[in-house]
Nanobody, 126 residues
Framework: VQLQASGGGLVQAGGSLRLSCVAS????????MGWFRQAPGKEREFVAA???????KYADSVKGRFTISRDKSQHMVYLQMSSLKAEDTAVYYC?????????????????????WGKGTQVTVSS
């Protein structure tokens, strides 16, 4: 499975940005897709995930501001980010896993996630 993320960029605090990720290859068994991020000098952290059936999970830090969605027919996952803050600045990584959403969410740093895409930089200026 290959994951390709896009949509990062520079945005002012309070603004919005939408990240996209497309999966290719052997996508049939992917159950959970999601996003992690890594800020400078910090460990990678869970942001949001969505299961095949539509169940979603969010980190407390992004609840109410970020929305994850998925287009299974196109093998895509999106992260709509609103009310962005300077602390949201990070490299955002798309992830895919063959297991349940709870397993992905529990991996706060994503150490055991099955598949990773290259990151996309999000910079929020204050």
């Amino acid at each position: 499975v290959q994951l390709q993320a896009s949509g990062g960029g520079l945005v002012q605090a309070g603004g919005s940005l939408r990240l996209s990720c497309v999966a290719s290859g052997r996508t049939l068994n992917i159950y959970t897709m999601g996003w992690f991020r890594q800020a400078p000098g910090k460990e990678r952290e869970f942001v949001a995930a969505i299961a095949s059936g539509g169940q979603t999970k969010y980190a407390d830090s992004v609840k109410g501001r970020f929305t994850i969605s998925r287009d299974k027919s196109q093998h895509m996952v999106y992260l709509q980010m609103s009310s962005l803050k300077a602390e949201d600045t990070a490299v955002y990584y798309c992830a895919a896993d063959l297991r349940l959403i709870g397993i992905v969410e529990s991996q706060k740093k994503g150490d055991d996630v099955d598949y990773w895409g290259k990151g996309t930089q999000v910079t929020v200026s204050s």
